[in-house]
T-cell receptor, first 115, second 114 residues
Framework: DTAVSQTPKYLVTQMGNDKSIKCEQN?????MYWYKQDSKKFLKIMFS???????INETVPNRFSPKSPDKAHLNLHINSLELGDSAVYFC??????????????FGQGTRLTVV | AQSVSQHNHHVILSEAASLELGCNYS??????LFWYVQYPGQHLQLLLK??????LVKGIKGFEAEFIKSKFSFNLRKPSVQWSDTAEYFC????????????FGQGTTLQVKP
């Protein structure tokens, strides 16, 4: 009974393609995130949604577009994939409480390889 | 800008040795502090967290961390490591002005030799 699940786990695609990664959480949390982990394992936030509203949008190329159809889902669509997009993408969720959040629960990650 | 610094990038220990991983952050306000662990090929799992109260927090698998506000530090400790502790360890900070946003340190690779 996975709390935060992402699909696919692995994604290999060619440069220039468009791809999507899906994320779902069954924890009842109101906030969801996308983080990118680069080849040096450094983790950086990309986006955050609270109750389907975009609240964090870090400096990310506009080829990346998150979509949150409801509180339990946050998908990431990437257009015109580039070699530098190769990374592990982690979805996470947490519950907000008066401006602070509980700990984030992470999905198992999607390893994206652009060739 | 807020940042988190982990001093040890790669630590190699023998089983039963004691562990201390350093973490310092730069933010003057209220913070929530976390240590996450990432076992090879897996997702991040929470080891422990500090929100308020007792600055010495205990987590899973025998880990603990001490929040020292005056030093802006949140070091992770374990008295006796096991081979199964081999993993990547991340310190993270959630500052009150950033709803839910975690700022991660660069991670420490711990290798425990049997």
């Amino acid at each position: 009974d996975t709390a935060v699940s992402q699909t696919p786990k692995y994604l290999v695609t060619q440069m220039g393609n468009d791809k999507s990664i899906k994320c779902e959480q069954n924890l009842g949390h109101d906030t969801m995130y996308w983080y990118k982990q680069d080849s040096k394992k450094f983790l950086k936030i990309m986006f955050s949604y609270n109750n389907k509203e975009l609240i964090i949008n870090e400096t990310v190329p506009n080829r990346f577009s998150p979509k949150s159809p409801d509180k339990a889902h946050l998908n990431l669509h990437i257009n015109s994939l580039e070699l530098g997009d190769s990374a592990v993408y982690f979805c996470a969720s947490s519950q907000s409480d008066r401006g602070m959040n509980t700990e984030a629960f992470f999905g198992q990650g999607t390893r994206l390889t652009v060739v | 800008a807020q940042s988190v610094s982990q001093h040890n990038h790669h630590v190699i220990l023998s089983e039963a040795a004691s562990l201390e991983l350093g973490c310092n952050y730069s933010y003057g306000g209220t913070v929530n502090l976390f240590w996450y662990v990432q076992y090879p090929g897996q997702h991040l799992q929470l080891l422990l967290k500090y929100f308020s109260g007792d600055p010495l927090v205990k987590g899973i698998k025998g880990f603990e961390a001490e929040f020292i506000k005056s030093k802006f530090s949140f070091n992770l400790r374990k008295p006796s490591v096991q081979w199964s502790d081999t993993a990547e360890y991340f310190c993270a900070v959630n500052a009150s002005s950033n709803t839910g946003k975690l700022i991660f340190g660069q991670g420490t690779t711990l290798q425990v030799k049997p």
